[in-house]
């Protein structure tokens, strides 16, 4: 069965702090990672990740992806307090839909 | 362009009664799907649809159907509302570029069924 395993579960940090979210995943025909911010409502896209050991980043931001040891990492540096939030990981493993399965997130709060 | 829209924004069922949520995107996205996130948890999968007149079972299709007559509109049916079924619920859509997906998300509508 398609797995996608996230730790830790929950984090409290103070500003200024750097995070490393990790995601695991046993998926069947993998196609792409994506990490997700999910503020009060919907997700919102952060990044996708289709190749390894190829960083993506954006600002404070940035992930890498491991297809070997199938894992991967979302860094925060200098976290602020509008970096709380739940960041949630998911994998496409199937062909040709974009179906994607969902890590239970991990739960950020940064304190001031 | 509004994105991914959704309505209602909330709902309270009683046991037993049927609604209909409501799912339109303005993006032209031939790929559309719905979740439901239950607390402290992930999205899971309910159904998903690749195009007009084409839908399948996610994860967690029991208690749901949906329908796709239009590149624009995908409703989601409870037919018989249960406490399990007491959710955020999530539509979104997606593009395809080069084989890889990047999805949309609306708002949510948060379900409670009494």
């Known amino acids: 069965e398609d797995k996608v395993v996230q730790s830790p579960l929950s984090l409290v940090v103070h500003e200024g702090d750097t995070v490393t979210l990790n995601c695991s995943y046993e998926v069947t025909n993998f196609r792409s990672l994506l990490w997700y911010k999910q503020e009060k409502k919907a997700p919102t896209f952060l990044f996708m990740l289709t190749s390894s050991g190829i960083e993506k980043k954006s600002g404070r931001l940035s992930s890498i992806l491991d297809k070997k040891e199938l894992f991967s990492i979302l860094n925060i540096t200098a976290t602020q307090t509008g970096d709380s939030a739940i960041y949630l990981c998911?994998?496409?493993?199937?062909?040709?839909?974009?179906?994607?399965?969902f890590g239970q997130g991990t739960t950020l709060q940064v304190k001031p | 362009n509004a994105g991914v829209t959704q309505t209602p924004k909330f709902r309270i069922l009683k046991i037993g009664q049927s609604m209909t949520l409501q799912c339109t995107q303005d993006?032209?996205?031939?790929?559309m799907y719905w979740y439901r996130q239950d607390p402290g948890m992930g999205l899971k999968l309910i159904y998903y649809s690749v195009g007009a007149g084409i839908t399948d079972k996610g994860e967690v299709p029991n208690g749901y159907n949906v329908s796709r007559s239009t590149t624009e509109d995908f409703p989601l049916r409870l037919e018989l509302a249960a406490p399990s079924q007491t959710s955020v619920y999530f539509c979104a859509s997606s593009y395809t570029l080069g084989g890889v997906y990047e999805q949309y998300f609306g708002p949510g509508t948060r379900l409670t069924v009494t």
């Open positions: 993006m032209n996205h031939n790929y």
């Open positions: 998911a994998v496409e493993g199937s062909s040709n839909t974009g179906k994607l399965i």
